[in-house]
């Protein structure tokens, strides 16, 4: 689909990538809805504010009726507890869950009808390359993520008959908010937003956008153990040579 002259909401607008998604589809001539759970912090011009919470289902409902003219969904909002599984606090792992999986699953069943009614148009999900592994400190992360995955999967599926691209963008890091405690390589926010756009507008259902989400991805043929070595060597070496 094209970027210029569609309607796009993006979740967690106000930082990070979410920011930045707003601000370059603006620029490139779509109407924007920048939701946030805190709109009063959003500091864009040209976008239209928007009250939203993912993980509340009411706030979710009343975001499809207030942009009933959406044809580019971007389901952005997500968060990092640094939880682990097994030792680790789980109400902070179903927090992750509840926003990364469940709130991504409200916002395309709610907005799914919207889409069909403007021509299908496309779905974006911001993924990550810790959908596919994992690493201490990252377990509820990755859980979360490899099940946004699998919810990007399905929902490619469920909506291919309504005319729906659904996109599953992944990366490593990105230097956001998020990441501000990693010491390694980081892609800037305009990188992956250029990257995630160019799929939708190519109408690409994966986005690889840098070596790492490459690296991790041709990696998950290999036996799990072979995996894991392969991919903690090639993080450490990645952080000894940004420092």
């Not at 709130?103 to 779905?123: K, W």
Request: aromatic share 4%; net charge negative.
């Amino acid at each position: 689909m094209q970027i210029h002259g569609a309607v796009a909401l993006v979740t967690g607008a106000n930082r990070g990538l979410g920011r930045e998604f707003a601000r370059q589809l603006v620029e490139r001539g779509a109407t924007v809805y920048a939701a946030a759970r805190r709109p009063e912090t959003i500091d864009l011009d040209g976008v239209t504010p928007l009250r939203l919470d993912i993980t509340d289902p009411a706030q979710v409902e009343a975001a499809a009726r207030a942009a009933g003219d959406v044809s580019l969904l971007i389901n952005n909002a997500g968060i990092a507890t640094g939880a682990d599984l097994v030792r680790g606090d789980l109400e902070l792992a179903r927090r992750e869950m509840d926003t990364h999986f469940w709130g991504t699953a409200s916002m395309l069943r709610a907005f799914a009808p919207v889409l069909a009614g403007n021509g299908g148009g496309a779905a974006v999900n911001v993924l990550s390359a810790l959908s596919w592994f994992s690493t201490p400190g990252a377990g509820a992360y990755h859980a979360a993520k490899a099940a946004e995955w699998a919810l990007t999967n399905s929902a490619r599926l469920e909506l291919a008959g309504q005319g729906t691209l659904v996109t599953g963008v992944h990366l490593g890091a990105a230097d956001t908010d998020i990441t501000k405690g990693f010491d390694g390589p980081k892609a800037s926010p305009r990188e992956v937003v250029d990257a995630a756009l160019a799929g939708v507008e190519q109408g690409a259902t994966e986005v690889l956008v840098d070596e790492w989400s490459r690296l991790v991805k041709s990696a998950l043929a290999e036996a799990p153990a072979e995996r894991d070595a392969r991919i903690a060597a090639a993080l450490s070496a990645a952080i000894a040579a940004h420092r």
